[in-house]
């Protein structure tokens, strides 16, 4: 869909040669119909007419169905608004989403350090205590068998 600056044009311009064809089949459905079929005439002359009044409804359908798709394209632009070129605004955007990642790091740092400070709380009031201790040939484990700063 475009969406740059002639659109507007562009729209009116769709939505006038749609109206023009609503109005040229609604005229040939009228026409046909209103038509007199002599009263000697064939059986083709009854089909041609068929065959007429079902191209203009069929044609006045689509037309109605192009002119609903324009509307909804222009209820699209009217609430999302108009897309911004290729490349436009791009550093702004990267500047935006590495401020909101740092923001949500020190968010999680946060809630692990409170997660930390709530456990080791937790571990004072507990009358059960661990301590570490280095065991010869494993200089990251504990007595209890937990690496330290690692909680499970």
Do not use: C
């Not at 507007?8 to 040939?28: I, P, Q, S, V």
């Not at 209103?34 to 007429?52: D, E, K, R």
């Not at 949500?104 to 740092?109: A, G």
């Not at 937790?122 to 570490?132: C, D, G, T």
């Amino acid at each position: 869909m475009n969406r740059d600056a002639d659109a507007a044009h562009n729209l009116l311009e769709r939505k006038n040669k749609l109206m023009a064809e609503l109005m040229t089949y609604y005229r040939d459905m009228i026409h046909t119909a209103t038509q007199q079929i002599p009263a000697n005439a064939s059986n083709s002359s009854a089909a041609i007419n068929s065959l007429a009044m079902e191209t203009a409804m069929t044609g006045f359908i689509r037309a109605t169905e192009d002119l609903l798709s324009l509307t909804h394209e222009i209820r699209e632009l009217w609430i999302i608004g108009p897309l911004t070129k290729p490349g436009a605004g791009d550093e702004e955007a990267r500047r935006n989403m590495k401020q909101e990642a740092e923001e949500t790091f020190n968010l999680v740092n946060a809630l692990r350090n409170e997660q930390r400070l709530a456990q080791i709380g937790a571990a004072e009031q507990s009358p059960m205590r661990y301590y570490v201790k280095n065991l010869e040939g494993h200089p990251g484990r504990t007595q209890a068998g937990q690496v330290p700063g690692v909680h499970q």
